[in-house]
T-cell receptor, first 115, second 111 residues
């Protein structure tokens, strides 16, 4: 695709429900990131996938959060038993690796609201 | 553990002034330092980047200054314009090509 695509763009869910957020990276990008951005705040790293390496899950805030990636394509971020503090914009980014440039291209994000 | 420290958290500058945002890092294995710009409702986008073998890089009104010995780098926006109002993130590339981001600086340029 032309860019990183995230869906849905907006999600309102009830506290305690599970949600799945989807990211379609740019074709050929082996690296994929998930970030959380609370209102007016910075980028909170969640998880990093790079090729066949074990994912870096060091940013996941609790065991309610998990993510998967199918090969070098689509990734889904799952939040179980959502809480109000999970309300944020979830951003996905992808990049090539190798060489001098590691530009990360971001999607528009999924705005999650837990009510 | 925050590996890239960014300051200030927010900055207000008058039109035509110079905006300066600073970042510091500890990991000497970082080998690529980009800056990202984010407008409200959008994802961050690459603005300018530098490698540690260069002390300065300029693109239009935007300049990165890099001090390898101090492990610091900064973004300078000359002749700041209201359209530059955005959130700016510094980042550093480490092992496995992973980018680590600073917490961001909200820049407001008053007309």
């Amino acid at each position: 695709g032309a860019g990183v695509s995230q869906s849905p763009s907006n999600k309102v869910t009830e506290k305690g429900k599970d949600v799945e957020l989807r990211c379609d990276p740019i074709s050929g990008h082996t690296a994929l990131y998930w970030y959380r951005q609370r209102l007016g705040q910075g980028l909170e790293f969640l998880i990093y996938f790079q090729g066949n390496s074990a994912p870096d899950k060091s940013g996941l805030p609790s065991d309610r959060f998990s993510a998967e990636r199918t090969g070098e394509s689509v990734s889904t971020l799952t939040i179980q038993r959502t809480q109000q503090e999970d309300s944020a914009v979830y951003l996905c980014a992808s990049s090539l690796v190798g060489g001098t440039n590691t530009e990360a291209f971001f999607g528009q994000g999924t705005r999650l609201t837990v009510v | 553990q925050q590996q890239v420290k960014q300051s200030p958290q927010s900055l207000i500058v008058q039109k035509g002034g110079i905006s300066i945002i600073n970042c510091a890092y500890e990991n000497t294995a970082f080998d690529y330092f980009p800056w990202y710009q984010q407008f409200p409702g959008k994802g961050p986008a690459l603005l300018i980047a530098i490698r540690p073998d260069v002390s300065e890089k300029k693109e239009g009104r935007f300049t990165i200054s890099f001090n390898k010995s101090a492990k610091q780098f900064s973004l300078h926006i000359m002749d700041s314009q209201p359209g530059d109002s955005a959130t700016y993130f510094c980042a550093a590339r480490g092992s496995n090509y992973k980018l680590t981001f600073g917490k961001g600086t909200l820049l407001t340029v008053n007309p």
